[in-house]
């Protein structure tokens, strides 16, 4: 860094300071920075002196200038993201910054690099809405205590707490401390009580607690505390969560704020498990196709008492959640049990910066290692070569489609006979439904030998569409294919055997259908002016089709069509996390408009305009709970309170 930098850079973190007492609070940040500056000049036994001063802080002759670069680094990506020369990207930075406090470092860490860019992007660029994502294992209580009392910034931190049993041992890491003054609302905790927490869990947790509230909120800026101490193997965390779990994660954040995301390092300390963590983050940053993700799709009961009680706390103070059935739990699973455990095991000090890498017996290390070389090959596969396909009635309307979408052109039209002729020898005949097939076919088969990620295609008779294009999936050898219709639409199709699943989204109640496994109807009343379908996204359609995991998904937008434009731009965006992205949208009754936004949403040359936030109504949020009764037990990722979970067990 320039000179000139670095002395813009610390008036960046002295605005960092801002509260109520900022002379008092600046003077104790003065001290503090001349403590650290000191270091630089210090011996060994006059560095343990200083060290021994905070909470599990290692200083070194070199920490200021690192912990400077990191500060300078996280600052330089947000200057990068807001000016829009990149769209998002990742600090890889050391020392991690969420522990540390305005006078003290704390938990390895020296400088708040995400408290500091927060400030800097609000006073800098005039924002008024940021959310920070906190995904490292240990609760980043230095950002919590800079941001409690403060509206613009909605800070969200899931952490091992183990009923205050685990460091850093604070009664503020719980799910009732939800901020103060006005900033009542805007922190969001939720305590992990047991260790083994998995990718169920983590998914559950943002599906029905941080995805409702951060699109009400509609962050401006996200800023993520990337710490995978909270991935599989790490000795601090003691978790279960696999690399490509943070994909998705980062998948799903990618779809606030217009897709400006910063993304810093915290905490991590099993290396394999850490690299390829990071690299399941940046692949994703890169928008490439995301892997499935892995396990059996059911969060556990702690996590489940834990997303309830956030929910409870929360109600007050969010429209997504002011209808919902959320009282908080006393009598959680696993208090006595940790009380017991509490006297023998001691979880209660943060480890040494050796223990940190070193607790985990070889053994298990190896033993992880081996696991996560295995399981990194069996999830990857080779990106294909073209993100998105395109096949339009209107040769006319592509050059209004983004510039990565490839255009179809039509088949062989006897090669298109011979394949249609196998699946309803009638169809030959009838001009119309040929050329819709056509469409079909050219996008489909693309997408089945993996030559495109995903694509669209028009039909003008889109049952028939439909139903050759599932049959087609089958003859490719794929075993689970879920099918969304939105709109009036009747498919003969046998769902028996699990290999589709059909959900339906209509206007009208489908009185004389009974919802089952594999068949479901959601009778869904839009908002025509605003977006109120986030409810039915979040809380009902993206559990259901993570507990599927499709091979391919098929979105059918039918005649009489429930859903806007924005809706169904929000479906399409949020779904290609499943499949290994792999989705073809069927549309009939074409208008341009959905087209383009259809195509933006699956190319990813930019987020979609999904419409103004507005929460879903009474009657809307008693369809999803009717659902989420009848279904939970066939899909566990419905389950968000703990009777849904005792009644689907």
């Known amino acids: 860094m320039s000179n000139l930098n670095i002395i813009i850079l610390w008036k960046d973190v002295s605005m960092y300071l801002s509260g109520k007492e900022p002379k008092k609070r600046s003077c104790w940040f003065t001290e503090y920075l001349e403590v650290v500056k000191s270091t630089q000049t210090m011996n060994e036994e006059e560095l343990r002196r200083v060290s021994e001063n905070y909470d599990a802080v290692y200083f070194h002759p070199n920490t200021y200038r690192c912990a400077k670069l990191a500060v300078g680094a996280t600052l330089q990506l947000v200057d990068s993201v807001m000016s829009g020369k990149v769209r998002n990207g990742m600090a890889l930075v050391r020392p991690p910054g969420h522990h540390s406090q305005r006078n003290a470092a704390n938990g390895f860490c020296v400088f708040n690099n995400v408290a500091i860019a927060a400030q800097y992007a609000k006073r800098r660029y005039g924002l008024q809405r940021i959310l920070i994502v906190d995904w490292d294992v240990h609760h980043g209580q230095g950002i919590q205590y800079v941001f409690e009392e403060d509206p613009s910034v909605l800070y969200y931190s899931w952490h ?17 401390a939800v901020g103060q003054g006005k900033g009542k609302g805007f922190n969001l905790n939720v305590p992990w009580n047991k260790v083994g927490m998995g990718n169920s869990d983590y998914l559950a947790a943002f599906f029905h607690v941080l995805l409702p509230v951060a699109f009400e909120f509609v962050p401006e800026l996200i800023l993520v505390s990337s710490g995978y101490d909270s991935g599989i193997g790490d000795p601090e965390g003691q978790m279960n969560a696999t690399p490509e779990c943070f994909a998705h994660l980062t998948h799903f954040l990618m779809q606030l704020a217009n897709g400006r995301l910063c993304a810093v390092l915290e905490g991590g300390y099993h290396l394999k498990s850490l690299s390829e963590s990071v690299c399941m983050t940046v692949k994703t940053l890169l928008r490439d196709p995301l892997p499935q993700i892995s396990g059996e799709m059911a969060p556990c009961l702690s996590a489940v008492e834990s997303i309830q009680n956030v929910r409870a706390a929360h109600k007050p103070y969010w429209k997504c959640l002011m209808y919902e059935e959320a009282t908080p739990l006393h009598d959680l699973s696993t208090k006595s049990q940790q009380m017991m455990e509490a006297e023998l095991i001691q979880t209660s000090t943060h480890p040494t910066a050796e223990q940190a ?153 489908q ?68 499949a290994t992205s792999r989705i073809l949208v069927v549309i009939q009754d074409t208008e341009i408009k959905l087209v383009q936004s259809v195509a933006k949403a699956l190319s990813g040359v930019s987020t979609p305009d999904f419409g103004a936030y507005v929460p879903a109504s009474q009657e809307n949020v008693l369809e999803i709970k009717r659902l989420r009764d009848q279904l939970q037990q066939e899909w566990k990722m419905l389950r968000c309170s703990v009777r849904d979970w005792m009644s689907g067990s």
């Open 511 to 578: 009185t004389e259908k009974t919802n089952s496994k594999y068949h479901i109807s959601l009778n869904w009343k839009e908002d025509f002016e605003r977006n109120n379908f986030f409810c039915a996204v979040l809380g009902f359609i993206l559990p259901v089709a993570y507990s599927y995991q499709p091979d391919l998904m098929i979105i059918v937008i039918g005649p009489n069509s429930s859903l806007g434009v924005n809706g169904i731009s929000l479906l399409t965006c949020l779904l290609q996390g499943l």
């Open 160 to 176: 091992r707490y183990e009923h205050q049993q685990f460091w850093p041992l604070l009664r503020e890491s719980d799910y009732d």
């Open 357 to 509: 890498v070193g607790t985990t017996s070889s053994d298990e290390a190896i033993k992880t290692d081996r696991f996560l070389e295995s399981h990194m090959k069996n999830i990857l596969f080779p990106v294909p070569p073209v993100k998105t396909a395109a096949a339009i009635v209107s040769k006319a309307h592509a050059h209004l489609l983004p510039i990565s979408v490839q255009v179809e052109m039509e088949m062989n039209a006897q090669e298109l006979k011979t394949l249609v002729s196998g699946f309803d020898a009638e169809l030959v005949k009838e001009e119309k439904a040929l050329l819709s097939l056509q469409n079909v076919v050219a996008v489909l088969d693309k997408i089945l030998k993996k030559k495109v990620c995903n694509g669209i295609a028009e039909s003008s008779v889109a049952s028939v569409s439909t139903t050759f294009a599932l049959k087609r999936c089958f003859d490719f050898g794929l075993q689970r294919v879920l099918c969304i219709v939105v709109g009036d639409m009747d498919l003969e199709l046998n769902l028996d055997d699990g290999k589709i699943l059909l959900m339906n989204i209509c206007q009208k109640q």
